[in-house]
């Protein structure tokens, strides 16, 4: 019997992980130009903590985490979204002690749901949090600089919803403006609304249950229930997106799939994906570093799907640089062979960020000539004994129609680097 992959948790192959990469590395650069740092995390938390910030009346924390127990008896969870666990390494590791920090951390998301385009059991998340800022300047930064973002990777088909949550006091009232409007329309609520009705309401708003749509678009609106600080707040920030030239869309209802969340809350969404429409989503939560044992911290941070911006950046016509090399080298005989292991390290030593494969598995020069054509590589570096005698290489262009010349070995660097700066 073949090994098989587990359901949901997907081999991502070389053709497509050179797009992986160009993207990660765009979003760092980004993400560093702003002033974040790298922050790595383990996979594995304590349960209790994703109980305590995600909420318990969640699909997440109900129906979704990897959950099980270690030769201790210990409840362990891979990690389902990573703004716990920066908040979990920030307290234990005193960064939050009379300090401000602006951190991101990248890598692989675990929960059990049924997998379907652009939403699988194990994905991968970029993940950017700011801690000890108050204001709504920070998240108006976070979201610019989402906006610069897509402007370097020319992904235009994407839109800013924002909304506001307000204190939790606020949010008491209008839960149960909630309950009171939700409770009239009891016998039109499938069960898991029914059972949020009685513990957070506001999850029902959060529905994907299409039969519920009419139901919920009458429901009472947040923004109508909010305190004046957080007013002022939202009008803060929309202020600063307008004076950066960030277009967005206020959607009442938008509340988000945690329960940390409080005040501004941001989805960047599009139609280019389908059903999978948003891409990147955040919002602040002030009261989770308390609430998991940490002094009292306004923080506010964002996720981003990788496997999502891989498609959008697919969809939209983008593509990666690419990765293959820049000279493939053949060599028949054993003397050619051991000068092309020897001029291909000199190469990488010689000539900045270079890319050199060597032929491997011996062959004819017509073979040999073919996997340099398939390896795609621009210029084939031949070698044989005519050649080493000769102390010369043939230099083959193969993405071109110019002709094969021959290059001395005792200037082939600066001939070569000369030869590939012409591609640039």
């Known amino acids: 019997m073949k090994p098989r992959a587990v359901r949901g948790m997907n081999d991502v192959l070389p053709d497509i992980s050179a797009t992986w990469r160009y993207l990660e590395e765009v979003v760092r650069e980004v993400v560093e130009s702003y002033g974040y740092r790298e922050i790595r995390l383990p996979i594995i938390e ?25 030769r201790n008896n210990e409840s362990l969870t891979l990690r389902p979204e990573a703004t716990a666990s920066m908040v979990r390494a920030g307290i234990t590791n005193g960064l939050l002690h009379n300090q401000r920090q602006k951190l991101w951390t990248a890598g692989p998301m675990f929960r059990y749901e049924k997998p379907q385009k652009g939403r699988y ?52 009232i209008y839960r149960q403006e909630l309950v009171d409007y939700f409770t009239t329309v009891k016998n039109r609520l499938d069960e898991d609304s029914i059972r949020r009705l009685g513990q957070n309401p506001l999850r029902i708003l959060d529905s994907k249950n299409p039969e519920l749509g009419d139901i919920i678009a ?3 609106v947040m923004i109508d229930y909010l305190d004046e600080e957080s007013v002022q707040h939202f009008a803060g920030l929309k202020s600063l997106l307008d004076s950066a030239g960030v277009a967005y869309r206020v959607n009442p209802r938008l509340v988000r799939g945690l329960d940390y969340y409080n005040r501004t809350v941001f989805e960047w969404v599009t139609d280019a994906l389908g059903s999978q429409g948003a891409v990147c989503s955040g919002g602040r939560y ?13 923080a506010i941070g964002w996720a981003m799907g990788i496997e999502r911006l891989v498609a959008l950046f697919i969809a939209c ?63 084939a570096l031949i070698l044989g004994e005519d050649e080493i005698e000769e102390k010369v290489a043939g230099l083959k262009p193969l993405r071109s129609g110019e002709e094969q010349r021959s290059i001395p070995l005792a200037g082939i660097v600066a001939e070569l680097g000369e030869a590939l700066g012409e591609l640039n």
Request: charge should be negative; aromatic fraction near 8%.
């Open 46 to 70: 304590h349960t209790e903590l994703f109980r305590r910030s995600i909420g318990e009346v969640t699909d997440i924390v109900e129906k979704e985490m990897y959950t099980f127990a270690d």
């Open 121 to 172: 059991r194990q994905f991968h998340q970029f993940d950017v949090e700011a801690m000890g800022y108050a204001g709504p300047d920070v998240d108006a930064e976070l979201i610019i600089l989402c906006a610069r973002m897509w402007q370097r990777l020319g992904l235009s088909r994407l839109t800013l919803e924002i909304n506001s949550l307000g204190t939790n006091q606020a949010r008491a």
């Open 218 to 220: 009458a429901a009472p």
């Open 286 to 298: 002030d009261g989770l570093v308390e609430k998991l044992g940490g002094r009292p911290t306004p």
């Open 317 to 379: 016509g983008g593509t990666a640089p690419p990765l293959d090399p820049h000279v493939y080298i053949v060599a028949a005989g054993e003397k050619a062979l051991a000068k092309a292991f020897e001029l291909s390290e000199i190469f990488r030593d010689g000539i900045d960020a270079v890319r050199v494969e060597v032929n491997l598995g011996g062959g004819s020069f017509k073979s040999q000539l073919k996997r340099a054509d398939k390896s795609g590589a621009s210029y």
